[in-house]
């Protein structure tokens, strides 16, 4: 009996204990069909308390038709999350680390990060995030890499429009990174968003989108 085929039958028993598993809040199991011969399934716990921690792993795999695994398709990711949220009448603040690792292709990254929403004046809210991570890659054999970032954005809730600008370097290709955007409420689900990366400078490059959502 192939990998494949021993993976198929975990993935076909292990839903039936899924009811179960939702039952307890401690407990992380979201196991998912992505095609018909492709399968993903997230399982871990989480640990609520001032700083909320969960940890667990991601597997996938996908096989051809004649039931061998598809080169490169199998995922073993290991990750833990660690967070903490403060909310006041005035505003909300969260802050926390995260932390990968791809068990098969040897890379990993950790994230600091951190956001907060305040309310700016009677007509106005504001946000701010900021966020640096190291990534490595043992099998290409590249150092460390790390990444930072940080953005605003500038709210006017009673006209759904908004206004962002964000920035970012990386030490790895030594880049600097930047972006403006406009973003408009039209209906209550339908935005209008228009953006331009690195305006000053000669390479920028604009978009502009339409986007619908419907939430059920």
């Known amino acids: ?30 196991p998912a069909k992505l095609s018909d011969r492709s399968y993903k399934a997230t399982m871990g716990f989480r640990l609520p308390a001032e700083w909320e921690t969960s940890a667990g792993a991601d597997i996938a795999l996908a096989s051809t038709k004649g039931g061998a695994l598809l080169p490169d398709s199998e995922q073993a990711m290991l990750w833990g999350r660690i967070s903490r949220t403060s909310v006041t009448p005035a505003g909300r603040s969260q802050q926390g680390a995260s932390v990968s690792v791809d068990t098969l292709r040897g890379s990993g990254a950790l994230t600091l990060s951190r956001s907060r929403s305040w309310i700016l004046s009677d007509s106005l809210d504001m946000q701010s995030s900021r966020s640096i991570s190291v990534q490595y890659d043992a099998v290409e054999a590249r150092q460390a890499s790390v990444t930072a970032s940080q953005a605003l954005k500038l709210i006017h809730p009673w006209t759904g429009t908004s206004l962002s600008a964000g920035t970012g370097v990386s030490n790895a290709s030594g880049d600097f990174s930047s972006t403006v955007g406009v973003s408009q409420t039209i209906l ?29």
């Open 1 to 30: 009996m192939t990998t494949f085929k021993l993976a198929c039958i975990l993935f076909a028993i292990l839903p039936s204990l899924t009811a179960a598993a939702r039952a307890d809040d401690l407990l992380i199991w979201s």
């Open 188 to 216: 209550p689900n339908l935005n209008l968003d228009a953006s331009v990366s690195n305006p000053f400078s000669g390479g920028e490059a604009g978009s502009v989108n339409l986007r619908y959502g419907v939430n059920w």
